[in-house]
């Protein structure tokens, strides 16, 4: 059985979402809605069976068994709010631009029984959930530090860099450490004429004395997503952009030794937006939603209004 999708926008991010909601096991996608005629006929070209709509008021949400939100950022929040009171729902990062929205939306979602998804794709890679492992099993000692780079263009108008590329940073956080900082630092400023700041440096401090870096930048002519993360014991490079080892350990004795051994462990490689695809299509099967749950929505924009 797989369960009826309604995909609103179909521009940038939406023929990613597209073609993994369709090479899922879970999901079918029934209605693409998009204000622009030329996206929709882009749509038709892949995706000729489903029906397409210039206005989402006009589909009929009563078979639908999940919305799909992939519009600007400024139109998240009422959309969100909408389908919430019938179905479920997955919002694009960021799911909105306050606390008070998202809390409205938790509210909303809850009591109506429904699930609300954002689409953190990151912290559904092979990468990030090996990391992840690591951390429960103290496999190499104490984490000391992280070190996060993130960069690529375009330039946003609906939000500055951080709610867009830092977002990413902020849920990989959340998902790692299951905590929120105790402290933070910012600098975020413009590098060129634009509406939306287009460069932020942030540090921040966890308990345990751990210290984590992040850049965030627009400005950028390639393509950087690369962590850094220091234990006691190794220090490991994620680099989601390698097609194949996209982590590498280097592990040492103990942490006065400069001497390392690399190592390149075997990981998942499916593409984390699928993942989260089929992640939700579990949650809904199984009525459960073991990561978007206890404040993760809300606790992730809390951090980020502190920057």
Same mark, same amino acid.
């Given at each position: 059985?797989?369960?009826?999708?309604?995909?609103?926008?179909?521009?940038?991010?939406?023929?990613?979402?597209?073609?993994?909601?369709?090479?899922?096991?879970?999901?079918?996608?029934?209605?693409?809605?998009?204000?622009?005629?030329?996206?929709?006929?882009?749509?038709?070209?892949?995706?000729?069976?489903?029906?397409?709509?210039?206005?989402?008021?006009?589909?009929?949400?009563?078979?639908?068994?999940?919305?799909?939100?992939?519009?600007?950022?400024?139109?998240?929040?009422?959309?969100?709010?909408?389908?919430?009171?019938?179905?479920?729902?997955?919002?694009?990062?960021?799911?909105?631009?306050?606390?008070?929205?998202?809390?409205?939306?938790?509210?909303?979602?809850?009591?109506?029984?429904?699930?609300?998804?954002?689409?953190?794709?990151?912290?559904?890679?092979?990468?990030?959930?090996?990391?992840?492992?690591?951390?429960?099993?103290?496999?190499?000692?104490?984490?000391?530090?992280?070190?996060?780079?993130?960069?690529?263009?375009?330039?946003?108008?609906?939000?500055?860099?951080?709610? %867009?590329?830092?977002?990413? %940073?902020?849920?990989?956080?959340?998902?790692?450490?299951?905590?929120?900082?105790?402290?933070?630092?910012?600098?975020?400023?413009?590098?060129?004429? #634009?509406?939306?700041?287009?460069?932020?440096?942030?540090?921040?401090?966890?308990?345990?004395?751990?210290?984590?870096?992040?850049?965030?930048?627009?400005?950028?002519?390639?393509?950087?997503?690369?962590?850094?993360?220091?234990?006691?014991?190794?220090?490991?490079?994620?680099?989601?952009?390698?097609?194949?080892?996209?982590?590498?350990?280097? #592990?040492?004795?103990?942490?006065? #030794?400069?001497?390392?051994?690399?190592?390149?462990?075997?990981? %998942?490689?499916?593409?984390?937006?699928?993942?989260?695809?089929?992640?939700?299509?579990?949650?809904?099967?199984?009525?459960?939603?073991?990561?978007?749950?206890?404040?993760?929505?809300?606790?992730? #924009?809390?951090?980020?209004?502190?920057?």
């Amino acid at each position: 059985m797989s369960f009826k999708v309604a995909l609103i926008g179909y521009g940038y991010w939406g023929p990613k979402l597209a073609r993994n909601i369709e090479n899922s096991n879970s999901f079918h996608i029934e209605y693409i809605i998009d204000s622009s005629r030329k996206n929709l006929d882009n749509a038709k070209k892949v995706f000729p069976l489903s029906k397409l709509y210039l206005d989402y008021k006009k589909i009929d949400i009563s078979n639908i068994d999940l919305v799909v939100i992939s519009t600007p950022t400024k139109t998240h929040y009422h959309l969100a709010q909408h389908f919430l009171k019938n179905t479920n729902v997955l919002v694009e990062k960021p799911l909105a631009l306050n606390k008070k929205k998202i809390n409205k939306l938790e509210k909303i979602s809850k009591k109506n029984n429904k699930k609300l998804f954002v689409d953190y794709p990151f912290i559904f890679s092979g990468s990030i959930r090996y990391i992840k492992n690591i951390i429960i099993n103290n496999k190499y000692g104490k984490l000391l530090e992280i070190e996060s780079f993130r960069e690529q263009a375009p330039i946003r108008k609906d939000s500055n860099v951080v709610w %867009d590329l830092g977002v990413h %940073d902020i849920s990989i956080l959340k998902f790692l450490l299951n905590t929120n900082p105790i402290k933070i630092q910012s600098l975020i400023y413009n590098t060129t004429k #634009t509406k939306q700041k287009d460069t932020a440096y942030i540090n921040l401090l966890y308990k345990n004395n751990l210290k984590v870096f992040i850049k965030n930048s627009w400005i950028s002519p390639l393509k950087i997503r690369i962590i850094k993360f220091k234990f006691e014991k190794a220090i490991i490079i994620c680099d989601e952009n390698e097609p194949i080892y996209k982590l590498k350990v280097f #592990t040492r004795k103990n942490n006065k #030794t400069t001497i390392y051994k690399l190592e390149l462990p075997e990981i %998942d490689l499916s593409e984390p937006l699928f993942n989260l695809i089929q992640y939700i299509g579990k949650s809904i099967r199984t009525n459960s939603n073991r990561i978007f749950k206890n404040n993760f929505n809300l606790d992730i #924009t809390k951090v980020l209004e502190r920057i």
